[in-house]
């Protein structure tokens, strides 16, 4: 979660866990809170996650790096970690890890003028333990009814992968190959090796994800948000 400065000195109610606010409401509330403080708006109810474990960190970060690599080899696409998404009147989260289009290349959100995203974006990562049930219920609810188009909650103590993906109004599992890899269907090429996530195989996590860059379908894609870009520059 993110800490930015906010003023120490506020007229503004405190946020209580558990309080019922509207999205405007709580992210002023928010502004003004110490600057330790971590909190979502979910379900139009606030919540104040506890505090992250080492192997929460771990996997945080090996995800991180996979959409990083993935960024590197498709220009334009935005991977930003605990960014405020304010989603509608009712949530506005700070997943742990993201992919999104920017609008201007034919994506589905953008950056207000504080630098937060508003809309939903492509794809939502999210790593759980303790939060399984909130991350599996009242988030994906919010994520779900906002527009997000794919939705990954890795799952640790058992460990599970979890990727769910739009079919019209509502998230589907997503399955896996007969090889066990998950496969995104709106970025194409980003592949997903759950054994090797788990076993902290980073050789062979980073392995698989090359081996779903060089599809044809990802250079098309890449192609795609190239043209996008340039357009945008002559415009």
């Known amino acids: 979660m993110s800490t ?7 007229t503004l109610p405190p946020l209580i866990a558990g309080q019922r606010v509207d999205q405007p409401t ?3 509330r928010y502004e003004a809170m110490p600057p330790d403080t971590r ?36 220009p334009g696409l935005r991977s ?3 960014a405020t998404v304010k989603l509608d009147r009712e949530a506005e989260t700070q997943p742990d890890a993201q992919l999104r289009i920017p609008a201007e290349l034919g994506g589905q959100s953008s950056v ?4 937060h995203i508003v809309g939903a974006p492509e794809l939502v990562v999210e790593v759980a333990r ?37 079919r019209g109004d509502h998230f589907e599992d997503l399955p896996p190959g007969p090889d066990g890899l998950l496969r995104s269907e709106v970025f194409p090429g980003l592949w997903l090796d759950p054994e090797a996530l788990f076993a902290e195989d980073r050789v062979r996590l980073m392995g698989v994800l090359h081996q779903g860059l060089a599809i044809p379908e990802h250079a098309a894609f890449a192609a795609r948000l190239a043209r996008a870009a340039q357009g945008r520059g002559s415009a």
């Open 4 to 10: 930015a400065e906010r003023p120490r000195v506020s």
């Open 26 to 28: 709580f992210h002023a």
């Open 39 to 74: 909190a979502e708006l979910v379900g139009g109810v606030v919540y104040m996650p506890s505090p992250v474990s080492d192997d929460h960190g771990e996997v945080d970060n090996d995800l991180s790096g996979w959409l990083f690599q993935y960024k590197c080899h498709t």
């Open 80 to 82: 930003p970690n605990n």
């Open 112 to 115: 207000d003028e504080q630098h």
């Open 130 to 166: 303790s939060s399984r049930a909130y991350d599996l219920g009242a988030k994906k609810s919010d994520y779900q009814r906002a527009g997000v188009l794919e939705y990954l909650v890795v799952v640790l103590d058992p460990d599970q992968a979890h990727w769910f993906v739009r």
